[in-house]
């Protein structure tokens, strides 16, 4: 009887010990949002000092459709493989709770045109930050996307593959045009199209030092519309078209278009 009072008596203290050890989980939502003002500045300004601050030397990436990323200089070389300007990354912070020097926050993003006009991607993610003196550093980061899946061609399907030229000299002015301009209204008014569409930019330049922008629309139907005036005269009127097309038409002399047939995915 005695034996089993003590051991009895062991359980019940280990119970109370182990009970006293256990933290309650600390709102600290705000001071992962205050992070994220630091984090979004430095992704689109591509800031590459500020993101090497913010992770940990070990910190690993998990982005969708990809290999894990490990390491603070292949994730600051991740995030900021798209030129500053291009696009706005935008955070927002769900929930955070933290346990001693560990937060794990739920999140959502967005990747918008600079002029938040158009939205690129949406999403979800989540963080795990550990706080190191008396700033929080992301060790782990792993999100993906909200939208619909792109549809895809089949065997027999028709696709569309668009190809035009664009010299060394005017990259900086046809990527003005595309993001700033024609996307944002391809988007707007066609989202069926723009969402079976990808766009491709060859890695290097040809002989001539030209670049090649191809387009492809998987699957392509009659009822899309590609044809960039269209598209143009729709958001913006027969007027601004038409000076758009004075400001950008060496972009757009030299374009062509095919319709090919799946064969093989």
Same mark, same amino acid.
């Given at each position: ?36 003002? !630091? ?9 590459? =000092?500020?993101?090497?601050? $913010?992770? /940990? %030397? ?106 035009? !030229? ?9 990527? =003005?045009?595309?993001?700033? $301009?024609? /996307? %944002? ?81």
């Amino acid at each position: 009887m005695k034996k089993t009072f003590l051991f009895f008596s062991t359980i019940v203290l280990a119970f109370i010990v182990l009970s006293g050890c256990t933290q309650e989980a600390v709102d600290v939502k705000t001071e992962i949002e205050a992070a994220n003002v !630091t984090f979004m500045e430095a992704v689109n300004t591509g800031d590459i =000092e500020a993101l090497t601050n $913010i992770y /940990l %030397p070990d910190a690993i990436l998990c982005p969708p459709n990809s290999e894990m990323i490990s390491g603070v200089e292949n994730a600051v070389a991740a995030m900021t493989a798209t030129p500053p300007g291009m696009v706005k990354m935008v955070f927002e912070t769900v929930s955070a709770e933290a346990n001693g020097d560990t937060a794990i926050e739920l999140g959502k993003y967005k990747v918008l045109s600079p002029d938040e006009a158009t939205v690129f991607d949406y999403g979800k993610y989540i963080v795990i930050w550990k706080k190191k003196g008396d700033e929080w550093k992301v060790s782990k980061d792993i999100w993906n996307t909200s939208m619909p899946a792109a549809p895809k061609a089949a065997p027999g399907d028709n696709v569309l593959v668009g190809v035009t !030229t664009a010299k060394p000299e005017l990259l900086e002015k046809f990527d =003005e045009f595309q993001n700033e $301009i024609f /996307l %944002p209204a391809f988007k707007e008014l066609y989202p069926d199209t723009y969402s079976a569409t990808r766009i491709l930019k060859t890695a290097e330049a040809d002989k001539n030092g030209n670049y090649y922008f191809i387009y492809i629309s998987d699957p392509f139907t009659d009822t899309q519309v590609h044809n960039v005036w269209t598209v143009l005269n729709e958001k913006y009127g027969k007027d601004e078209t038409q000076k758009i097309w004075e400001k950008y038409k060496d972009l757009l002399s030299d374009q062509k278009a095919y319709v090919a047939v799946e064969q093989v995915w």
